[in-house]
């Protein structure tokens, strides 16, 4: 079996996420440090000491009001549906610390899919922030969740609450915190308990189908978070040996959904390691995007290949990343040439990761002065292992394509309640088939596709990204998706079609096709055509549904045989 390993390992503690972010003298925040601040209203801050006090009062009120943990951990879901908020990540904390499961569902839902969360987690409690009430309502009505089991979190402008939505009860977060009114939580230090242990749910993006739950662990968060911190720790020795006067104060700023795997361990427990604050937006918005990250001199974020395509290719962008040291990519691939385009903007260089929620974030990482501008999504994080195997199992020579399959500590143990799904998908011994095809070269990671993605065409494969990454180089498009559609001579064949967003007077359908001739090989042409739309339809975390687009084209040819 040809397996790739990490360039390096580190010693782990055995210990819970709460406390690590909270008792370990591993990380470098301090009682007093601004964990979590409003970026609206910047006097609106959540200190380390602060962040613990709500964290058990939360939870007290959790197990002795609504009964969470009272059974044992890792039993009762907790659906939470919240837009940004400096007490959200406190929510977080305080279902965990109550021995319960926290369950992360989109802003973006309608009641039914919020229905379809809460009753696959078998939930029977609800936290909403005020602009998602009605979602929770009308879910709530839906799955028979009682009123009064809908609470809604409040702490923009400085308020704290939580309290039910009929605002019948108390609210559990007014006046000062008492001693009989708080709840320490379990520590743990059984690597087996820990590993075991059942924290969080994220639900996969359903770009193809309905979305699973992922089982998320102790393990699984504190390794995602210990090692790129680790890793961090030493790029700045290395920095601070070169000048003995560096140094580095981690800022960021939160812009993505909070109920994806970014946003939980991006926002929620990396900047508590690494000992700085996350200013919040409650949903993103270009233009403060780029106010907030020049007032609060942001030195370090993570967003995804739409949000540095609009940095590309806005004429807004002037000295708002002055301060920034450091930016990723994730999500989906980017493009040697997008990367170079926002490098070039941002004056920073612009890295990539790779992972999904069943890895819990990422699974590749670079060292902070590792400058790769060759379109891979970085090198193996440390303490990991993969393969890349055809489709019958058997792994592929060096420097072939195929598929990704994962071995390591934030590695999920399968799908909540979906036995189906996790024999399918997770292989004995902790390894993951992530369904993304790829290939290993000179110890970097590169991913061609999706496996279920990829466009056949005569027998050859096509894969969708790379055609985008080359439409976006274009100056003048904005931005641009590409499908397989069915060859209508019934062939079988699958014809690349790209869906553009671009001003029609200014390019032309055959200017884009000539524009892929002189770059790509005979096999990936424009055969399906070019399709103008306003917008890319995206999920919330910004990848391309493309199920959307093949619905489109589906009614297109079924309008045209009519």
Known sequence: MGVYTAAKNYDLPNVDLLTLLFESPIIKSNEDTPLHIEATQPWNIVTKS????????????LRNSFGIGANGPGKDVVVCISSGQVLLPIAFYGVIAAGGVYSAASTAFT???LTRQVRQGGSNLIIASPDCKEVAIRAAKESGTPMNRVLILESTGSQRVLQDVERRGPNFLAGEAKDSEMLDWERITDPKALEESLICLLYSSGTTGVPKGVLVSHTNMVSEGLLPYLMNQEWQERERAKDPNFSFQYRTLAHLPAAHIAGVQGYFVNPALAGGPVYWMPKFDFALFLKYNKTYQITSFFTVPPIYLLIAKSLLVTDQFASLVHAVSGAAPMGPELQALAKQKLGCHVAQTWGLSETTGSFTVSAWDDHDDSGAVSSLMPNTRMRIVHDDGNDVP???????????????RGYFGNEEATRESFLPGGWFKTG??????NGKCYIVDRKKELIKYKGLQVAPAELEALLLSHDRIQDAAVIGVPDPDGSGNELPRAYIVADKSKISEEEIKSFVKENLAQHKQLRGGVVWLNAIPKSPSGKILRKDLRAMAKKEAKAAKL
């Open 398 to 412: 060096e420097g072939g394509e195929g598929e990704f399959v994962c071995q390591g500590p934030m590695v999920s």
């Open 436 to 441: 993304d095809i790829g290939v290993y070269r």
């Open 50 to 61: 602060q962040a613990r006090t709500y964290t058990k009062r939360i939870a007290y009120h």
């Open 111 to 113: 009641h039914l899919e």
